[in-house]
């Protein structure tokens, strides 16, 4: 069964982590999780994401769209990243979870993916 394992963080701990540590090695423990995930031939896809300074928001109401410049929703930590990968069970995708570095210093959902069939 495919989960996404979305990844939270507060941007603003996070660009003053960056800074301090250097991007380098604030990303390297994600890099050996997705290779831990390759090498168990559980991963099928997972990238970061652009800060949420950068997203646009549409929403349609009463038949007109709407578009928004940033994050619609304010919130204590944003979606900075996720992984998809594909293990027997929730036991399993939780364990992957535990494992990721977003987890050590933000939240990590797990969530089955609901696959629509055409």
């Known amino acids: 069964m495919k989960y996404m394992l ?3 963080v507060d941007e603003a701990k996070g ?3 960056a800074k301090e540590m ?3 090695q604030m990303t390297a423990p994600y890099i050996a999780y997705a290779e831990a995930l390759q090498k168990a031939g559980v991963i099928r ?3 970061r994401l652009q800060p949420t300074s950068t997203a646009t928001t549409v929403k349609v109401a009463e038949g ?3 578009v928004l410049n940033g994050p619609y929703a304010e919130t ?3 979606l900075g990243g996720y992984f998809m990968i594909d ?3 929730l036991d399993t995708a939780l364990s992957w979870a535990a ?3 977003g987890a050590a210093h933000g939240t990590v959902e797990v969530r089955p993916l609901w696959t629509m069939t055409t």
């Open 76 to 78: 204590k930590e944003q």
């Open 99 to 101: 494992r990721c570095p």
């Open 6 to 8: 979305l990844i939270y």
């Open 22 to 24: 250097g991007v380098a």
């Open 15 to 17: 660009a003053q982590v």
């Open 64 to 66: 007109k769209t709407q």
């Open 87 to 89: 293990v027997p069970d």
């Open 45 to 47: 896809g997972g990238d």
